[in-house]
């Protein structure tokens, strides 16, 4: 079955600091892969999705950038992280045409 | 640009009662409608969700929801909510054939004993 791993599950950066999340997928080949922001209110806004290594494509004009190196691989990151950043980072993943999102357990991240 | 509309971001429900949230969306063309849970504590799950075929959908736990086509809604139903059933509820869309899944802002649902 897949899998998606998220980590870390918590996560207190300065501002200006850099980031770096990592999500890895197991039990599938060839996903396309998601990051989406969760903020209370707003709902889960897509950052990025990928639909295969080295493909990004980017939904927000933000300080962030993702990269795909390998296939079962997704890392979200940043060179300064700014206070707006803050919030719930959640990978998702889908197999096939007609299959949903199966979402990670997410990354809690407070930017101070 | 496609968007996904809950207008009720908080609801109070005694067990027993009836539930229904709205969801509207704005797109052209194919549609795929899904309903996704967030238990408190929990990850993300889904619920159910709508390709083509029987615009009713039944999914977990006794959910469904009904695809209007020419109302451009998705509403989520149960018939008699329990305690457990208190979380997050999403409405997401994605354009058929596209990539890309568009969230609701989500509604609270308390559910009281």
């Known amino acids: 079955s897949q899998t998606i791993h998220q980590w870390p599950a918590t996560l207190v950066q300065p501002v200006g600091s850099p980031l770096s999340l990592e999500c890895t997928v197991e039990?599938?080949?060839?996903?396309?892969l998601y990051w989406y922001r969760q903020a209370a209110g707003r709902g889960l806004q897509l950052l990025f999705y990928?639909?295969?290594?080295?493909?990004i494509s980017s939904e927000v004009p933000q300080n962030l950038s993702a990269s795909r190196p390998q296939d079962r691989q997704f890392i979200l990151s940043s060179k300064k992280l700014l206070l707006s950043d803050s919030g719930f980072y959640l990978c998702?993943?889908?197999?096939?045409?007609?299959?949903?999102?199966?979402f990670g357990n997410g990354t809690r991240l407070t930017v101070t | 640009a496609q968007s996904v509309s809950q207008h009720n971001h908080h609801v109070i429900l005694s067990e027993a009662a009836s539930l229904e949230l709205g969801c509207n969306y704005s797109?052209?063309?194919?549609?795929?409608l899904f309903w996704y849970v967030q238990y408190p504590g929990q990850h993300l799950q889904l619920l159910l969700k709508?390709?083509?075929?029987?615009?009713l959908v039944k999914g977990i736990k006794g959910f469904e929801a009904e695809f209007i086509k020419s109302k451009f809604s998705f509403n989520l139903r149960k018939p008699s909510v329990q305690w457990s059933d208190t979380a997050e509820y999403f409405c997401?869309?994605?354009?058929?054939?596209?990539?890309?899944?568009?969230f609701g802002t989500g509604t609270q649902l308390k559910v009281e004993l």
């Open positions: 998702a993943l889908r197999q096939g045409e007609n299959s949903p999102l199966h």
């Open positions: 997401a869309a994605k354009g058929g054939g596209g990539n890309k899944l568009t």
């Open positions: 797109y052209g063309g194919t549609v795929n």
């Open positions: 709508y390709f083509s075929g029987d615009p």
């Open positions: 039990g599938t080949s060839n996903p396309n």
């Open positions: 990928s639909v295969g290594i080295g493909q």
